[in-house]
């Protein structure tokens, strides 16, 4: 890559990954202050796993200016993370709609898959969905594992310097961890777990 020429000076690329103007071409999303380009390019770094810093490299070799700083990034990935979420929520509930009017009935046909984080069966994380057995199946519930939580490892660095700060993250998060079993477990369990709330 060293070896390219760059556009805008003629010079070949030393590397550095930097833009100095950003042009505002994109569209603005309807009631927000969010550029179009900037949230597909924030979902695009989430499907490819890249995220934030992936990004930044990414569009640095293009020439391309960064979508957003880091804080902005983090502040807008719990937005898009309450949009997903409730997204989701909207579609399952129409699939299992969808279901039971295909079926003619609550007692549905479903079908179950688990995958893992990592291939194995020493991962800490999986999740699960039911799919409806119709002509176009459709997913109707999803649950994920995690025998650890980001919160809880990155509190024990203050444990013994701080016991106050510590207790009190502790007791104010949300924690991630809801599986204490196997990781080979977690697929059937998540299955149960679904199957019990499909119920009400």
């Not at 550095?16 to 924030?42: F, Y």
């Not at 770094?45 to 020439?63: E, M, Q, T």
């Not at 204490?180 to 777990?193: Q, Y």
């Amino acid at each position: 890559m060293r070896q390219t020429t760059c556009q805008g000076c003629g010079n070949v690329w030393n590397g550095a990954m930097t833009t100095k103007k950003r042009e505002a071409t994109s569209p603005k999303i309807v009631s927000t202050e969010r550029r179009d380009v900037n949230v597909r390019g924030q979902i695009a770094g989430h499907l490819c796993g890249i995220r934030h810093p992936g990004l930044a490299k990414f569009l640095g070799v293009l020439n391309l200016p960064s979508l957003v700083q880091d804080e902005t990034y983090s502040k807008w990935d719990k937005q898009l993370l309450e949009f997903v979420k409730s997204a989701s929520e909207k579609s399952m509930t129409r699939a299992v709609r969808d279901a039971v009017t295909a079926a003619k009935n609550t007692d549905l046909t479903v079908s179950g898959d688990g995958f893992w984080q990592t291939s194995g069966f020493q991962s800490s994380h999986g999740t699960a969905a039911l799919l409806s057995c119709t002509t176009t199946p459709q997913v109707l519930d999803i649950e994920t594992c995690s025998k650890t939580c980001n919160v809880c490892m990155g509190a024990l660095s203050i444990k013994k310097s701080d016991t106050a700060n510590y207790n009190d993250i502790i007791k104010s998060h949300r924690c991630e961890k809801n599986f204490d079993k196997s990781s080979g477990t977690m697929e059937a369990a998540v299955v149960l777990n679904m199957f019990k709330r499909s119920v009400s």
